[in-house]
């Protein structure tokens, strides 16, 4: 018998896709909602798919009043630092304007629970770290602003009609279920997927932006956290609205940094080969130290990351990418490094 009703937006994608079957193998009954953009039909399986797009706000308000779901879980959003630079109407249309249209359809189909994902790309340059929950909110990039102005518009939803949302704000998803789902982004801007693909003979090289940051070698540093530990966050998140929790916000991260080089090292380490690299100027938008602080969410809900050292991360990416490629089934379609 199935816990919940769940819709799951943005679920043919990375996350979502491995969120929904964690969710569905737990008892949910779990709809995939997606326009298929960024996502991939196959990612979904065998679970209820409807293509649609979240920006059509009279289809999706008459999908959710016929299904009278009890919970969403929102991942549905563009998410290329670089990108939203150069192009910032497109990810104010997409994430802001796709939000506040699944708010309204929420709202007419009185579904009033959101897990939503966030990230920390809200906090800007960060003024210490690890980075904490109280961190003063100042994007450097339109894709932080994006998200940070998602995370107000559900805030004031709250006050307004009592939504309850738990903000998960990532900090650098990674990793895959080798058996199941991984890494494909059209186009690829992941440092991971990215580093393993430039050990690949004639491929192209992995570009490092900026070896000249205040880190320890002089490459970013970021705090990667597997996609499996990020599933099971979620899942904590949804359990704790189901059980009439009140809104949250946590940082989800390993509390650990990598800096590129360091990636670069791994990569080279799990595959038995080279990675080709080369150095380019700094990319406007990134900070060079991006590192959780995770406890809260570990004090709440008892969460904590299982396999969110570097070895395993690229080890499981490898053997994901090593089996389905580096393009995705239809081709090709944030770290400070970029291919």
């Avoid at 080969?273 to 938008?285: D, L």
Wanted: proline share 5%.
């Amino acid at each position: 018998m199935a816990k919940a009703k769940l819709l799951i937006c943005g679920g043919a994608g990375y996350i979502g896709s491995i969120t929904a079957h964690l969710l569905a193998e737990e008892g949910f009954e779990v709809h995939v909602l997606d326009n298929l953009s960024t996502g991939y039909r196959r990612a979904v399986g065998d679970l209820p798919f409807f293509r649609m797009d979240v920006l059509d706000t009279e289809a999706l308000a008459r999908h959710m009043q016929a299904r009278h779901y009890e919970a969403v879980l929102h991942f549905a959003a563009f998410i290329a630092v670089g990108e939203s630079v150069s192009d910032p109407l497109k990810y104010y249309k997409n994430n802001v304007s796709g939000t506040l249209s699944l708010l309204e359809a929420m709202r007419r189909s009185e579904t009033r629970r959101l897990v939503f994902s966030s990230t920390a790309a809200v906090y800007g340059e960060p003024r210490e770290t690890p980075v904490t929950e109280e961190h003063p909110l100042s994007p450097i990039n339109p894709y932080g602003w994006s998200k940070r102005m998602m995370e107000q518009s559900m805030a004031d939803c709250d006050r307004a009609w009592g939504l309850r949302t738990v903000a998960l704000r990532y900090f650098n998803a990674a990793g895959a279920l080798p058996e199941s789902s991984g890494e494909w982004h059209r186009p690829e801007t992941h440092l991971i997927p990215l580093a393993l693909r430039a050990t690949l003979p004639d491929a192209r090289p992995l570009f490092v932006f900026g070896e000249d940051y205040d880190t320890p070698d002089g490459t970013c540093v970021r705090d990667y956290i597997h996609v499996t530990d990020l599933a099971r966050a979620h899942a904590c998140s949804l359990n704790h609205l189901l059980n009439g929790g009140e809104s949250r916000t946590f940082n989800l991260g390993a509390e650990r940094g990598y800096s590129v080089r360091e990636v670069i090292e791994t990569a080279g380490r799990v595959t038995g080969r080279s990675v080709n690299w080369k150095s380019a100027p700094r990319r406007e938008g990134d900070p060079a130290v991006l590192v959780a602080a995770s406890g809260r969410i570990r004090q709440a809900f008892g969460w904590k990351p299982v396999r969110s050292d570097l070895e395993s991360i690229v080890r499981d990416a490898w053997e994901w990418h090593r089996e389905n490629g580096f393009e995705g089934p239809a081709g090709s379609g944030g770290d400070c490094a970029e291919a």
